[in-house]
Each structure stands twice: as structure tokens, then as C-alpha cells.
């Protein structure tokens, strides 16, 4: 493989060096936050040898390379003036991109993604500290059972375990980084619940007070929510304090007073709090595991390649933790997550086993073990099955027989660890059913994308799509976008459209996947996020067309954009695909509107009645 010609074709895709704002990457994609997405080439890219796929989400433009990624990766950095990011975790990147406003419709979301967020930074210490702990356990399993008596097992104890009875102060970091506060008052108050003095007191186990208001006597190591929510008041009491007190004294007086608010009210009021938020957490998953505790586990499993392409998956990363802090251990997030990557390199196994291409079968077959022993995914997901889409059946097969198999026989994890066979030990007295699901779910998958795999044909590269077939009209015509019937821009459920604030127009409520050109022109506004795109026709009318109400909360989610900014198209030809049924159960309205920006004087009328076929004169 040829790096330094890759890494230009890349770079030269994504609009040139010019276009590139920071460059980072993870363990298998390329990460670009680019000026204007609209100059990358996805076509280009994905033709390109050595590129696996290419997703835009989050803000970021990612090229997925997988074993290809680390020389890619150098050789753009050493050939090209760019600016480098951060390496970003493969399992826990989020949303990078701009923030949206809290509204009661994505609260939840928003709250979800600040505990994610809090939790992330902490994620790579407790699996340190779990696969270290792994490490001493099959030493005294395996090698010396003495060793366990001796001081150098107690150090090296006390360095696994450190992680995990430390992490209060590590959530307050994450948090208090989260919302831009200053992170040693989050992490002060969160440490003074693991402070000597106090865990004297709860050894005691004598009633204690602070200013005559009693004190629960409680143990906060191990413990996740109530530094969360003291690192929430640190923020606002550093804040407020910030305000009130005068500049000459802040330096004194802020830190101070932040750590007292949010330490007092950590001990009289946020850690009982908090502590009883976790063990309802606890109790609800202990119940979810007592009733349909294997088919929780088939179910999350065979979801989690849908997630893990959307990002739903990190909303799952601090329930880890606190499973293995409160009953113990993890009876369904971690076993599910290690079977869905099993599944997708069994699937991708048997994709490998259907190929007659030497070079892909040796590529898939590093792709599988990829996923097997590495835990990576995201190749197999975008590489090999989300590509040729049948064999995503295959991974929902596996991780779902896998999960019940794994559930039913009692897997349990007890530490935190990577998914992926290494991580083994972390299950303890239970790994046999842990190894039995690992079997079970790569052979299920395996076969089932075998079978599902014969009408592909893999050793052949995808075919260049035939052009569309476009409507002849007059260059002064404009046409229905879609199928579907049309109402007046006085019905659409939005002010900007309704009152014809950007000018006047036609609604269409759907009745197809594609949208295509109202009329003949160049397309000179094509969102990268797929809900907008407008037109020039030659005489300089312009029109915009927007598919959907808020549609760009989705940042490109479940639209397909088939056509690139500054091309000539024909009216009627497809400009983007939409999954109406993924985007309508997530409740979106998608009447999608054309509207007339610019009508250069003319006097234009379009009929807003009725029911049209795609490319019906209007």
C-alpha cells in the first residue's frame, strides 16, 4: 500500500489542505472537521483502495481505514500544513459538532449526553485498572496462589483498584470539563467524601451532624452520581460567586466559597441523593436480569450495530460503572456489547467465506479478527456489513442467539475490561459462558451471512448507478419534487415557511424516499446534512427545497444526498434519498417545501393542490 498516494487522494477528497480545519482520528477513521463539507468527494473516497467507508456525523467528515488508518494518518500530517486533534476513543466519541439549545423535546438527550460526557474521560482508567486487576487474578490463579499474601499483590491492589475507588474525583473532572467550570473545585468537594476524617465517622457508625442537620454516614467510594450532581453545584455556585463578589477579593473568596457550597451540600444532601438515584438504577437493571434478564441481553446485543453507527451506544457507558460499583457486577451491558462484536466479525467471516477475491478475503479476514480480538467494529459495520446490508441480519442473528445463549448459562462481568477475548478474565467463575456465547454468536453469524451473501457479489467492485431518469420540460418549468399531495405553504407546521418569510411556495407531504430537482438548473446549495439543497435555473430564479420540519437536528442522519453542489441537473433527477420510516418513527413532520427565493421579477404561480407524481409540472 501505497501511503504517501493515499493520503493525498484523501486529502485532495476532502476539499485539499485548505479545506481541513483540524485533522484527528481514532482507532480506525480519520477525523475531519472541514470548512465546507460540501467540496468532499464521498464518491471519490470510497473508490479509493484502502478505504473502507466514509460517514459524515457530528460535525466531522470521517474516512474509515481501519489497519490502514496509523500510515495514512502520518503521512497527511508529515506532507500537509494541517492542524492535529486529539486521539479520540473508538467506543465513546460523541457528538463533536455544534451544541443545540435545551428545549423540553431533546432534554433527556441532553442530559444523557452530560453524563456520557462526564463519565468518558474516567473509561480508560477503569479499564486500566480492571485489566490489571485481571492480571494479578491469573497470577494467583495460574502461577503463585502465595502471591496473593504478599505486599507487592497489596500495591499492586491498591494501583487496579485506585481507579475505581477514586472515581468520584474522576466524574467530578469530567463533569466540571463538560460545563466549562474550573475542575479542581468540582474535584475538591467530590474528594472530601473519600476524606479520612469522614470514613472514621462512618466506620463509627455514630449519628454526625453538619451545622445540626444530620449526616447520613454512607461509603462514596466506587460511587458515580453524587459527584455528578456536586460538580453541577460547584458550576453554578462558582458562577453565581463569580457575580456577587467583588473583583478584588474573587481570588480569595470563589474557590473558597464554591468548595463549601458544593462539599456542605455533598455530605447533607447530593450524595444521599445521588447515591439513592444509583441503587434505583442498580435495582432496575437487577430486574431486568430476575425477569427477561436473557432476552434483555439477545435484544441490546442484536441493537447494538444500529447504535453504535448512530452513537445511542455511549448513552450506555456510565451504567457500566456503576454496575460493577452497585450489585457488583454486569449481567447485561458488558456481555451484550463483547457478543455484538463477536457477531460482526462472524458475519464478516462469512462475507470472507463468499468472496472469489483473494485481496478482499485477506482484508476481511484482518477486519474479523479485528473485531474478535481487538474489539474494534466500525470496519466490519461500515466496511463489510452496513455496505453490502444483508449481512446486518447476520450480526443481529449472532448478537441475539449469542446474548441469550451467554445470559442463560449466568455470564456475569466483575471489572471493567475492552470486548474483545482478551478481556476474558474480567468474567470471572462465569468466563465458560461467557466463551460459550463467543462461539455461538460468531458461528450464528458467520452462517447466516453466508447464506444471506450468495446474491452479492463482493469480488466484483459496486457497480457505477445508471443515470436517472429525469423529465423533459422547458427550462422555465418547475415541477413536484416527490410523489405525494400537495398543500399550501399556510399548512406547514413552521412560522419561516407558513408566512412565506423566505418567500412564497408549495408544500408536499410524501409519499416517496426521493426528492428530486423542481427544475432544470445548477445546484448551487447542497447541505451536507441532506435536508436542503437549492437551485439556479439559467434564467437566475432560484429555488429552495426543504425536506422536513427541524429536519437538520438529524446532522444528516437518514438522508443520502446523490448529487454534488455545482452540478448541472435535469428536473426530476433524485438529489436525495430520505428513510421517511426511520425519521417518521423518530416523530419528525416531513412535508418537504419548495420555495422561490429569488423569482428575478417574474410572476410565478405554482399549484398547491391535489395529488402529483414526481416531476408533475406545477
Known amino acids: 500500500m501505497d501511503y504517501t498516494k493515499l493520503a493525498n487522494d484523501i486529502v485532495a477528497n476532502v476539499g485539499g489542505s485548505d479545506n481541513i480545519k483540524i485533522l484527528s482520528h481514532c482507532m480506525t477513521r480519520l477525523r475531519f472537521n472541514l470548512k465546507d463539507v460540501s467540496k468532499a468527494n464521498k464518491e471519490n473516497l470510497e473508490n479509493l483502495d484502502g478505504v473502507l467507508g466514509v460517514v459524515y456525523a457530528g460535525?466531522?467528515?470521517?474516512?474509515?481505514?481501519?489497519?490502514?488508518?496509523?500510515?495514512?494518518?502520518?503521512?497527511?500530517?508529515k506532507n500537509f500544513d494541517i492542524k492535529a486533534g486529539e486521539v479520540i476513543d473508538e467506543n465513546l466519541d460523541g457528538d463533536l459538532g455544534d451544541q443545540e439549545p435545551l428545549t423540553w423535546r431533546n432534554a433527556l438527550n441532553k442530559i444523557i449526553g452530560f453524563v456520557?460526557?462526564?463519565?468518558?474521560?474516567?473509561?480508560?482508567?477503569?479499564?486500566?485498572?480492571?485489566?490489571?486487576?485481571?492480571?494479578?487474578?491469573?497470577?494467583?490463579?495460574?502461577?503463585?496462589?502465595?502471591?496473593?499474601?504478599?505486599?507487592?499483590?497489596?500495591?499492586?491492589?491498591?494501583?487496579?483498584?485506585?481507579?475505581?475507588?477514586?472515581?468520584?474525583?474522576?466524574?467530578?473532572?469530567?463533569?466540571?470539563?463538560?460545563?466549562?467550570?474550573?475542575?479542581?473545585?468540582?474535584?475538591?468537594a467530590a474528594a472530601s467524601l473519600l476524606h479520612g476524617n469522614f470514613l472514621a465517622l462512618v466506620t463509627a457508625a455514630k449519628p454526625v451532624d453538619l451545622f445540626g442537620l444530620p449526616v447520613r454516614l454512607l461509603s462514596y467510594g466506587t460511587s458515580l452520581l453524587p459527584a455528578l450532581l456536586i460538580a453541577l453545584v460547584a458550576y453554578y455556585a462558582e458562577k453565581i460567586l463569580n457575580k456577587v463578589i467583588p473583583s478584588i477579593f474573587k481570588a480569595v473568596f470563589v474557590g473558597m466559597g464554591t468548595i463549601f457550597i458544593a462539599g456542605s451540600l455533598g455530605f447533607l444532601v447530593l450524595g444521599p441523593l445521588g447515591n439513592f438515584i444509583g441503587q434505583g438504577i442498580a435495582a432496575m437493571f437487577m430486574w431486568l436480569d430476575g425477569t427477561v434478564g436473557a432476552l434483555a441481553v439477545g435484544l441490546l446485543a442484536a441493537a447494538l450495530p444500529w447504535m453504535v453507527m448512530t452513537g445511542m451506544h455511549t448513552a450506555l457507558a456510565p451504567f457500566m460503572p456503576q454496575l460493577i460499583a452497585d450489585p457488583g457486577y454486569d449481567s447485561m451491558l458488558r456481555p451484550a456489547f463483547l457478543l455484538h462484536n463477536m457477531a460482526e466479525g462472524g458475519?464478516?467471516?462469512?462475507?470472507?467465506?463468499?468472496?472469489?477475491?483473494?485481496?478482499?478475503?485477506?482484508?476481511?479476514?484482518?477486519?474479523?479478527?479485528?473485531c474478535i480480538v481487538a474489539g474494534v467494529t466500525e470496519p466490519a459495520i461500515y466496511g463489510v456489513n452496513l455496505k453490502y446490508k444483508k449481512p446486518m441480519y447476520a450480526v443481529m442473528a449472532g448478537g441475539f442467539v449469542g446474548g441469550i445463549t451467554a445470559s442463560l448459562l449466568g455470564v456475569r462481568a466483575y471489572m471493567m475490561g475492552y470486548s474483545n477475548i482478551f478481556a476474558l478474565p474480567?468474567?470471572?467463575?462465569?468466563?465458560?459462558?461467557?466463551?460459550?456465547?463467543?462461539?455461538?454468536?460468531?458461528?450464528?453469524?458467520?452462517?447466516?451471512?453466508?447464506i444471506v451473501s450468495k446474491d452479492i457479489d463482493v469480488a466484483k467492485k459496486v457497480a457505477e448507478p445508471t443515470a436517472p431518469i429525469t423529465v423533459e420540460v422547458s427550462d422555465d418549468a418547475?415541477?413536484?419534487?416527490?410523489?405525494?399531495?400537495?398543500?399550501?405553504?399556510?399548512?406547514?407546521?413552521?412560522?419561516?415557511?407558513?408566512?412565506?418569510?423566505?418567500?412564497?411556495?408549495?408544500?408536499?407531504?410524501?409519499?416517496?424516499?426521493?426528492?428530486?430537482?423542481?427544475?432544470?438548473?445548477?445546484?448551487?446549495?447542497?447541505?451536507?446534512?441532506?435536508?436542503?439543497?437549492?437551485?439556479?435555473?439559467?434564467?437566475?430564479?432560484?429555488?429552495l427545497v426543504h425536506i422536513g420540519i427541524d429536519t437538520v437536528n438529524?446532522?444528516?442522519?437518514?438522508?443520502?444526498?446523490?448529487?454534488?453542489?455545482?452540478?448541472?441537473?435535469?428536473?426530476?433527477?433524485?438529489?436525495?434519498?430520505?428513510?421517511?420510516?426511520?425519521?417518521?418513527?423518530?416523530?419528525?413532520?416531513?412535508?418537504?417545501?419548495?420555495?422561490?427565493?429569488?423569482?428575478?421579477?417574474?410572476?410565478?404561480?405554482?399549484?398547491?393542490?391535489?395529488?402529483?407524481?414526481?416531476?408533475?409540472?406545477?
Open 347 to 370: 458475519s464478516v467471516l462469512g462475507v470472507a467465506a463468499r468472496t472469489k477475491d483473494k485481496m478482499k478475503r485477506s482484508e476481511y479476514l484482518s477486519i474479523a479478527v479485528g
Open 116 to 188: 456520557s460526557s462526564s463519565v468518558t474521560p474516567m473509561i480508560p482508567g477503569l479499564i486500566a485498572g480492571g485489566m490489571m486487576k485481571v492480571a494479578l487474578l491469573l497470577v494467583v490463579s495460574f502461577i503463585n496462589a502465595d502471591f496473593a499474601t504478599s505486599s507487592s499483590y497489596q500495591i499492586l491492589s491498591a494501583i487496579g483498584d485506585a481507579p475505581f475507588y477514586f472515581m468520584p474525583i474522576f466524574v467530578a473532572y469530567g463533569a466540571a470539563t463538560k460545563l466549562g467550570a474550573t475542575q479542581i473545585y468540582a474535584m475538591a
Open 426 to 450: 474480567i468474567f470471572k467463575e462465569t468466563v465458560m459462558a461467557a466463551v460459550t456465547g463467543i462461539i455461538v454468536a460468531i458461528l450464528v453469524a458467520a452462517v447466516v451471512a453466508f
Open 59 to 77: 460535525g466531522q467528515y470521517m474516512v474509515i481505514l481501519g489497519q490502514y488508518l496509523i500510515p495514512t494518518y502520518e503521512a497527511i500530517i
Open 478 to 543: 418547475i415541477v413536484a419534487v416527490s410523489d405525494g399531495e400537495l398543500l399550501p405553504l399556510a399548512e406547514v407546521k413552521d412560522e419561516v415557511f407558513s408566512t412565506k418569510m423566505m418567500g412564497d411556495g408549495v408544500a408536499l407531504k410524501l409519499e416517496s424516499d426521493f426528492i428530486s430537482a423542481p427544475a432544470n438548473g445548477v445546484l448551487t446549495t447542497v447541505f451536507p446534512t441532506g435536508h436542503a439543497f437549492g437551485l439556479t435555473r439559467a434564467d437566475g430564479v432560484e429555488l
Open 554 to 618: 438529524l446532522k444528516g442522519e437518514g438522508f443520502d444526498v446523490l448529487a454534488k453542489q455545482g452540478e448541472l441537473v435535469r428536473a426530476g433527477q433524485p438529489i436525495v434519498k430520505v428513510n421517511r420510516e426511520k425519521l417518521t418513527a423518530k416523530g419528525y413532520d416531513l412535508t418537504t417545501i419548495t420555495i422561490l427565493t429569488n423569482t428575478q421579477g417574474k410572476d410565478i404561480h405554482l399549484q398547491n393542490q391535489g395529488t402529483v407524481k414526481s416531476g408533475a409540472i406545477l
